[in-house]
C-alpha cells in the first residue's frame, strides 16, 4: 500500500524539469492547427485525423504528467516554487510555474508569458486535454463525409491551445488571450458551414455577444491595474505584514511580473481586509489618482460586477446567454467541447481563480449567484418546450452554468469547480451522444421525429442514460454529488448583510433540480424510448462506428467514476473528514478563506450534507423526472390528437420562442444602434459635415468669387469713375474731420 | 567613419527620389522594365531603411543618424535630419509598405504606368523626409510636397469619381496646413530675438521651453497671476492658444479627427489600392506625428487646456466611425471609416499623457499601417477581379476564393484587436493609459465601446462578403490568389502575430520617444511631475562653416557635445 502511495507520489518527471517546458502543452495543439490548416490539403484526410488528435493526445501525455508533478512529494518535500510577491520563504505549495519574460511593458506596466499549474488548472488541463482528445477521436468518424476536415481539425486544435492558454495564464492578460482566443475558434467553428447564412449569423452573433462581455473584462482589468497602483501606493507594513509580503519584495514583483499577476492580486486581497490593523482596508477612500475618493471596496465591487459581466459573455449567462443556443450551428462535437465541457465554464474558472478578490465583495458575490440562478432557473424553463434535441442540450448547459455561478458566488468554490468537471463529462456525453443520434439518423435533431431508438443504438443508449441519470442528479451518480455540494454550500454559506440570498438561491435550486429531470426525462424518452416517429428520415437507424462510441463510454463510465470526488474520505486540517475535491482545491482556495474570514464578509461552511439533505435532492429530482416519465409516456400519448387549451398553447407558445428575449434585444439594442448609425451617417456625416460645411466653404467661395467677378469688367471708365468717387469720398471725409 | 553614418537618413529619403530619375529615363512602352526598377528601388530602400531601424539605439541619444548643414542661413534654417524613436519606426513603416505597394499594383494599374511610378517613388522621398526632418520648415516642405504626388495617384488613376475627390482632399488639407504655415512663421519670428531665430525643432523648442514653463505655472497658479507674465510668455499667453489650434487644426484634419474627417472615406473610395495603402499606412500617421512632435511640445499649456476638448473628438472618432462603418454598403468606405476609429485611439492615447497612453498611441500608429493597409490591400485584389465596391455583389466568396479569405481574416481579426495579433498591444495600452490618466474615465469607458462595434462591423462585412451562399453568377469563377499577390499579402500575415506576440523589440525603440513625449507634454499640467532631463532637445549644433565647406565630414561627439545648440 505505501508502495502504491509513494509511486503516486513521485512524480515520473521531476517538477523542476517539467516546469521549463510547460509551454509545450499549448505549443502542441497550436503546432497542430498551424500544420492542418496549412498543409491539410496535401497531407490528405488521414494524416490530419493522426496530426490532430496525435497533438491533442501528446497535450494530454504532458498535462498528466504535470498534473503528477503538481502533487510531487518525493523526499517529503513537497512540489513548490517561491511566491514572487510574498517574503523570501513565502512559496506556493502544490504547484508548477514558469515565466518566460516580459511580452510587453509600458511604463509602470507590464504582463509576461508566465505560465501556472496548480490543482485547479492542472485538473481542467486533464478535462480540456483528455475530453479534448476523446472529441477529436469523435470527430474523425463524424466528419469523414465533410470536405473541410483539415479546416475542422485545425480550428478545433486551436482551440484546445487557447483554452489551455487561459487555464495555464498567471496572470490576467494572458488569460484573456485565451479567453479571446477560444471566442475566436468558437466563432470559426460555429460557421464552420459558412455558406448557410444562419450558420454564419450565428457564430458572429457568439462573437459580438462575447465582446460585449470583453468589453467589461477589459474595463475590469483596468480598475483592478488602477487598484493595484493604489493599493501600493497607500498601504503601510501593517497590511503588507497581513499579506505576508513586504514593500520591498511587493514592489519588485510588481516591477517584475506586472500588476496583473495572480499571485500580486492574491497578496493585494490578503492586504485589504480591516483586521489587518493597516492603513488600508475596504471602506478606506483611494487618495491619489483616477479612483481618487472611491474606496477600495467600492471599486472591487465594481470590478468584480464588471468580471461579472465579462463570465456572463463567456459562460452564457443572464443578460449575455443568448448566443449559446445559437451556437448549435456548429458541428455537434464542437458543441460537445466549446458549448458544454471547456469554454463556456471559462467564467467559473475565472472566478475560483480569483476567489481571494471575490470574496472581498458580497454585493458582487450575491449578485453572481442570483443572476446564476435566474439563468438556471430561465434556461431550464425554455428547455422544456424545446424540441431539437441540440437545443435543449443547449439550454441546459446555460442552466447548469447557472448553477456553477450559484455555487461561485455563494463561495463554494470547489463545489463549483467539481460541477464544472463532472458536467464536462455528463454534458460531453450528452452531446456526442446527440451527434451520435444525428449521425445514424439523417441528421434529424427533432426529437418529436425520433423515438425508439432504444434497440437500434444500444452504446449510444445506454450513455445517454447514464449520463441523463447523472445531469439529473440522480444517486450515485457524478452530477447528483457535484451538484449537491453546490446547493448545500449555498444553503449554509453566509454573505454579510445578505442572508436573504442563501435561502432564495436555495429555494431557487430546488426548482431548478426538479426542471432539470422534467426536461432532461422528457429529451430521453421522446429519443429513445417509445415506438419510432412516423415522421423519422431514415426508417432505421444504425449505430455509430468504434471511433464515436468508445469516447460515449468513456465519457459515461468518467460521468459515474467522478463522483468519488465528492465523497468525504479525506482529513480535515481541524479535525473529521472533508470531501477529496475539496481537499485536493484546499491549496488553491485557502487565500480566498482566510480573505473572508479576516475581511468577515463570507461565512463559509465546511459541513458535509446530511443524509436528509441528500435525501431531499434525490426526492425532487425523482419527482421532477416522474413527472415527465407520466406525461411523456402515459397522459400525452393518450390525449394524442385532442385540441389542446388555449392557455397551454399560448405557455408553450412563449415558452418555445424563448420568451422573446432574442426579439427584445433586437427591438431595445440592436435596432436602435442600427438607426443610429444610419441617422448620423445620413444627417451628421453626409448632410451637415460635409454638404454644408465642406461643401458649403467651397460654395461660398465660388460664390463670392463670381459676384466679385462683375468689378472686374475691365472697362477703364467704370473703373476711373469708381476712383473718382472714392477719392470725393476721402477728401470729404478728411474736409468733416478738419472742420470737427 | 563611414558614409553611412553620417549620410544614412539621406540614402533612405533620396534613394526612391534616385530610381524616380531612372524610371524617368525609361521608355513609357516598358512597364515591365518600369516596374521592376521600381520595385528594386523600393527593396533597396527597405533595406537600408531597417538597417537604420536597426541602427537606432534605444538607449542612445534623443535624435540619430544626424545630418546639418546649413541651408539659407539667413532664414535660420538648416538642412537638419534625425531620428527618433517614433520617426524611426514610422520610417520603418513607410519603407516597409513602399515593396508591397509597388507588388500591389502590378495589375491594378494599366495606363500612365511610368508617371504612376514616379509618383510613387516621389510620395516615398517625401514622407521619408518629413519623418525625418528635423527643421520645422524642412518638415513643413516635406509634409505639402506630399500632397501632389497623392493627389495624382488619387486623380489619374482613381475611380470613377476621382476629380473630385482628388480636389477634396487636396483643398481640404491645404487649408489647415497653411495656417500651420502662418503658426510656424509667427512662431519663428516670436520665439527668439532677432539673429538668433531659427527654424531648426530643437532651437526652437528650447527656446520655447523656460516661457512654457513660467506660463504654466502661472496658468495653474493662483487667479490672475499671469498679469505678471513678460517677454516669451506673455506673447505665449496672448497667441499660444491661437497658434496652437493652428497646428492642432492641420494635424486633425490629416489625422483625421472627427468631424474633419470628410476627405478620407471620399479619397479613399477612389484612390486606386497602392493610394488608399499609402494614405492609411503613412499619411494619415503624419497627423498624428504632428501632434507628438510639433504642437503638443511646442504649446503644452494650450495643449493641456485643449486636452478634454480633443480627447472628447478622439472618442467620438472612435464610436462615431465604429458607428458609420455600420451603416455602410461600400466596402472600401467602411475600412476608410474604421480608420477614423482607430486613428481615435491614437490620439486619445497620446492625449492621456501617460507612458502606457503615449507607447499605445505610437504603437498603434504601426499597427493600423499594417493592418489596415492590408485590408485595402485586399480588397484592392477583390475590386480587380470583380470592379464592385458593394457588399451586396459578393457573398459566399470563401467557396470560391479559401486562401484569400484566410489572409482577409487573419486581418480583420488584427484589425479587432484580437488577444496576440498586434491590434490588442497597442489599443490595450491606449486604453489603460486613458484609464490611468487625469482623463476622467468615462474618456476610457467609451472608448473601449469601439472593442464591441469593431467586431460588429467587421465580422458583418466579412459575413456579407465571404459567408453565406455564392449569390452571383459573377462571382462563381473567381480566381484565387495568385503567387504574386500571396507573397504581397504575406509579410503583413507575418507582421500581425510577430508584433502581436513579440512587440518588446518595437515597443523598446519607441519607448524613449514616449518618455520625452510624456514629460514634454506634461510641462503644462497642474501639478505634474515632469522630468527635467528629459526635456531640451539634445541635437547637433551646426556645423562650423569649415566643416560645411565639406559636409560629409562627420561632426565629431566631442564637439557635439561641448557646442550644444544655440539659446537666446
Not at chain 2, 486606386?272 to 499609402?278: D, H, N, Q
Not at chain 2, 474604421?338 to 491614437?346: A, E, F, Q, R
Request: aromatic share 12%; with cysteine; net charge neutral.
Amino acid at each position: 500500500m505505501d508502495g502504491i502511495i509513494d509511486f503516486f507520489r513521485t512524480a515520473p518527471i521531476p517538477p523542476d524539469v517539467l516546469a521549463p517546458s510547460l509551454w509545450l502543452i499549448i505549443a502542441l495543439p497550436l503546432l497542430g492547427a498551424f500544420v492542418c490548416g496549412v498543409f491539410g490539403r496535401m497531407l490528405g484526410r488521414a494524416n490530419v485525423n493522426l496530426i490532430a488528435c496525435s497533438a491533442v493526445a501528446g497535450a494530454f501525455v504532458l498535462s498528466v504528467l504535470t498534473f503528477w508533478a503538481t502533487s510531487d512529494s518525493a523526499g517529503g518535500r513537497v512540489v513548490n516554487f517561491p511566491n514572487p510577491f510574498g517574503l523570501e520563504r513565502d512559496v506556493v505549495r502544490y504547484a508548477l510555474a514558469h515565466d518566460y519574460g516580459t511580452w510587453f511593458a509600458a511604463g509602470d506596466f507590464r504582463v509576461n508569458f508566465g505560465l501556472l499549474v496548480d490543482h485547479l488548472s492542472g485538473t481542467l488541463l486533464l478535462v480540456i486535454t483528455g475530453v479534448g482528445f476523446l472529441i477529436h477521436l469523435y470527430s474523425t468518424s463524424y466528419m469523414e463525409h465533410d470536405e473541410g476536415y483539415a479546416r475542422y481539425f485545425a480550428y478545433l486544435n486551436l482551440f484546445v491551445a487557447a483554452m489551455l492558454t487561459l487555464v495555464m495564464a498567471d496572470n490576467l492578460v494572458l488569460l484573456f488571450v485565451g479567453w479571446e482566443g477560444v471566442g475566436m475558434a468558437s466563432y470559426l467553428l460555429i460557421g464552420f458551414w459558412y455558406t448557410d447564412p444562419a450558420k454564419a449569423w450565428a457564430g458572429r452573433k457568439a462573437f459580438v455577444t462575447n465582446r460585449i462581455g470583453d468589453f467589461a473584462f477589459l474595463i475590469a482589468t483596468f480598475l483592478i491595474v488602477l487598484l493595484v497602483g493604489a493599493f501600493n501606493r497607500q498601504a503601510d507594513p501593517r497590511d503588507f505584514n497581513a499579506a505576508g509580503t513586504s514593500r520591498e519584495r511587493y514592489e519588485q514583483a510588481l516591477s517584475e511580473r506586472g500588476p496583473v499577476n495572480f499571485k500580486g492580486l492574491e497578496k493585494m486581497a490578503q492586504g485589504l481586509p480591516e483586521g489587518t490593523g493597516g492603513k488600508v482596508s475596504l471602506e478606506t477612500p483611494i487618495e491619489s489618482g483616477p479612483l481618487e475618493g472611491h474606496t477600495f471596496g467600492g471599486v472591487m465591487t465594481v470590478a468584480m460586477l464588471l468580471f461579472l459581466l465579462g463570465a456572463a459573455g463567456k459562460s452564457a449567462q443572464l443578460p449575455l446567454y443568448v448566443w449559446l443556443p445559437d451556437a448549435m450551428a456548429g458541428p455537434t462535437p464542437v458543441s460537445a467541447l466549446i458549448h458544454a465541457a471547456t469554454m463556456v465554464t471559462a467564467g467559473v474558472y475565472l472566478f475560483c481563480r480569483m476567489s481571494s478578490l471575490l470574496v472581498l465583495s458580497p454585493t458582487a458575490m450575491a449578485t453572481i449567484a442570483i443572476v446564476g440562478a435566474l439563468t438556471s432557473l430561465l434556461a431550464a424553463l425554455i428547455a422544456f418546450a424545446q424540441d431539437d434535441i441540440k437545443k435543449v442540450l443547449a439550454y441546459s448547459t446555460v442552466s447548469q452554468l447557472g448553477i456553477m455561478f450559484m455555487g461561485v458566488g455563494m463561495g463554494i468554490f470547489w463545489a463549483a469547480a467539481l460541477h464544472l468537471v463532472t458536467h464536462a463529462f455528463f454534458k460531453a456525453c450528452l452531446f456526442l451522444g446527440a451527434g451520435s443520434v444525428m449521425h445514424g439518423n439523417g441528421d434529424e435533431t427533432d426529437i418529436k421525429k425520433l423515438g425508439g431508438l432504444r434497440h437500434e443504438m444500444k452504446w449510444t443508449w445506454g450513455t445517454f442514460l447514464v449520463a441523463t441519470f447523472a445531469i439529473t442528479g440522480i444517486f450515485p451518480l457524478s452530477g447528483f454529488f457535484s451538484k449537491d455540494a453546490i446547493f448545500h454550500g449555498v444553503e449554509h454559506n453566509h454573505l454579510h448583510g445578505l442572508h436573504w440570498v442563501s435561502e432564495v438561491v436555495y429555494a431557487l435550486g430546488l426548482v431548478i433540480t426538479a426542471c432539470t429531470a422534467f426536461y432532461m426525462s422528457r429529451v430521453y424518452l421522446l429519443t429513445f424510448e417509445g415506438k419510432r416517429s412516423s415522421e423519422a428520415r431514415v426508417a432505421h437507424a444504425h449505430e455509430s462506428a468504434w471511433h464515436m462510441t468508445l469516447p460515449l463510454v468513456v465519457l459515461a463510465v468518467l460521468s459515474v467514476a467522478a463522483a468519488v470526488y465528492a465523497f468525504p474520505l479525506m482529513p480535515r486540517a481541524g479535525g473529521g473528514m472533508q470531501p477529496v475535491f475539496e481537499n485536493f482545491l484546499s491549496p488553491v482556495l485557502r487565500p480566498a478563506e482566510t480573505v473572508a474570514k479576516a475581511a468577515e464578509t463570507v461565512e463559509l461552511d465546511n459541513s458535509t450534507p446530511s443524509l436528509l439533505a441528500y435525501l431531499t435532492a434525490w426526492l425532487v429530482a425523482i419527482s421532477g423526472g416522474g413527472l415527465a416519465a407520466y406525461l411523456y409516456l402515459s397522459f400525452f400519448p393518450k390525449r394524442a390528437g385532442q385540441p389542446v387549451g388555449a392557455v397551454a398553447r399560448a405557455v408553450r407558445r412563449v415558452a418555445h420562442n424563448k420568451f422573446y428575449v432574442d426579439e427584445l434585444y433586437e427591438f431595445i439594442i440592436i435596432r436602435p444602434i442600427k438607426f443610429l448609425s444610419f441617422i448620423l451617417f445620413r444627417v451628421v456625416d453626409s448632410l451637415v459635415i460635409d454638404t454644408v460645411f465642406v461643401r458649403g466653404t467651397a460654395w461660398v467661395t465660388a460664390r463670392v468669387g463670381s459676384a466679385l467677378r462683375y468689378l472686374q469688367s475691365g472697362d477703364a471708365q467704370a473703373y476711373a469713375a469708381v476712383m473718382a468717387v472714392a477719392l470725393l469720398g476721402g477728401v470729404a471725409y478728411a474736409l468733416i474731420q478738419v472742420l470737427q | 567613419m563611414s558614409f553611412f553614418d553620417t549620410h544614412l537618413l539621406n540614402v533612405v529619403i533620396y534613394l526612391p527620389l534616385v530610381f524616380a530619375a531612372l524610371v524617368l529615363m525609361l521608355p513609357a512602352s516598358e512597364p515591365g522594365q518600369i516596374r521592376a526598377v521600381t520595385l528594386v528601388g523600393m527593396l533597396l530602400d527597405l533595406v537600408f531603411g531597417a538597417w537604420a531601424y536597426l541602427r537606432y539605439e534605444p538607449g542612445g541619444p534623443e535624435f540619430q543618424m544626424e545630418f546639418r548643414v546649413p541651408w539659407f542661413e539667413h532664414f535660420g534654417t538648416s538642412y537638419h535630419l534625425g531620428v527618433d524613436g517614433l520617426a524611426a519606426s514610422l520610417l520603418m513603416l513607410t519603407v516597409f509598405l513602399g515593396p508591397l505597394v509597388v507588388l500591389a499594383s502590378t495589375t491594378y494599374i494599366s495606363h500612365r504606368i511610368k508617371e504612376f511610378h514616379l509618383a510613387l517613388l516621389v510620395l516615398q522621398t517625401t514622407m521619408l523626409g518629413a519623418l525625418a526632418s528635423m527643421d520645422v520648415l524642412l518638415f513643413y516642405i516635406f509634409f505639402e510636397a506630399m500632397l501632389v504626388p497623392m493627389y495624382l495617384l488619387v486623380g489619374v488613376w482613381g475611380a470613377e469619381d476621382r476629380q473630385m475627390a482628388a480636389v477634396k482632399f487636396f483643398l481640404y488639407t491645404l487649408v489647415g496646413s497653411l495656417l500651420m504655415l502662418v503658426a510656424i512663421v509667427s512662431l519663428y519670428f516670436i520665439s527668439a530675438p532677432p539673429g538668433a531665430r531659427s527654424f531648426d525643432y530643437a532651437t526652437m523648442y528650447n527656446n520655447l521651453l523656460s516661457a512654457n514653463r513660467s506660463l504654466a505655472a502661472c496658468v495653474n497658479g493662483p487667479e490672475g497671476a499671469c498679469a505678471s507674465l513678460t517677454g516669451l510668455a506673455k506673447l505665449l499667453h496672448t497667441w499660444g492658444p491661437w497658434m496652437f489650434a493652428a497646428f492642432a487644426l492641420a494635424f486633425a484634419i490629416k489625422v483625421p479627427m472627427w468631424p474633419v474627417h470628410t476627405w478620407l472615406p471620399d479619397a479613399h473610395v477612389q484612390a486606386p489600392v497602392a493610394g488608399s495603402m499609402i494614405l492609411a499606412g503613412v499619411m494619415l500617421k503624419m497627423g498624428t506625428y504632428g501632434f507628438w512632435r510639433f504642437a503638443i511640445p511646442f504649446f503644452p499649456v494650450a495643449a493641456q487646456q485643449a486636452r478634454p476638448f480633443l480627447a472628447t473628438l478622439a472618442v467620438i472618432g472612435i464610436v462615431y466611425g465604429a458607428l458609420m462603418c455600420l451603416a455602410q454598403r461600400d466596402i472600401k468606405k467602411l475600412i476608410a471609416y474604421s480608420s477614423v476609429s482607430h486613428l481615435g485611439y491614437c490620439m486619445l492615447g497620446m492625449l492621456a499623457v501617460t507612458v502606457e497612453g503615449a507607447t499605445g498611441s505610437a504603437y498603434q500608429m504601426l499597427n493600423h499601417g499594417v493592418s489596415t493597409g492590408a485590408l485595402f490591400l485586399l480588397f484592392g485584389f477583390l475590386y480587380e477581379r470583380r470592379h464592385s465596391r458593394l457588399m451586396s455583389d459578393f457573398g459566399g466568396i470563401a467557396k470560391v476564393m479559401p486562401v484569400f479569405t484566410v489572409a482577409f481574416i487573419i486581418i480583420t481579426f488584427s484589425s479587432i484587436a484580437v488577444p496576440g495579433t498586434n491590434g490588442f498591444i497597442g489599443e490595450f495600452l491606449v486604453l489603460l493609459g486613458t484609464f490611468k490618466s487625469s482623463l476622467s474615465l468615462g474618456f476610457g469607458a467609451f472608448a473601449t465601446l469601439g472593442v464591441i462595434l469593431g467586431a460588429a462591423y467587421m465580422l458583418w462585412m466579412v459575413q456579407k462578403v465571404f459567408f453565406g451562399a455564392l449569390t452571383h453568377r459573377e462571382n462563381q469563377h473567381l480566381r484565387d490568389m495568385n503567387l504574386r499577390e500571396v507573397l504581397t499579402v504575406l509579410p503583413f500575415i507575418i507582421m500581425v502575430p510577430v508584433m502581436g506576440l513579440m512587440p518588446q523589440p518595437f515597443l523598446d525603440r519607441i519607448a524613449p520617444s514616449t518618455d520625452r513625449f510624456v514629460a514634454r507634454a506634461s510641462v503644462g499640467a497642474p501639478g505634474a511631475q515632469v522630468k527635467d532631463d528629459q526635456l531640451r532637445v539634445e541635437a547637433m549644433a551646426l556645423p562650423s562653416s569649415a566643416t560645411a565647406a565639406a559636409p560629409s565630414a562627420h561632426v565629431p561627439h566631442a564637439a557635439r557635445a561641448a557646442a550644444p545648440s544655440p539659446r537666446p
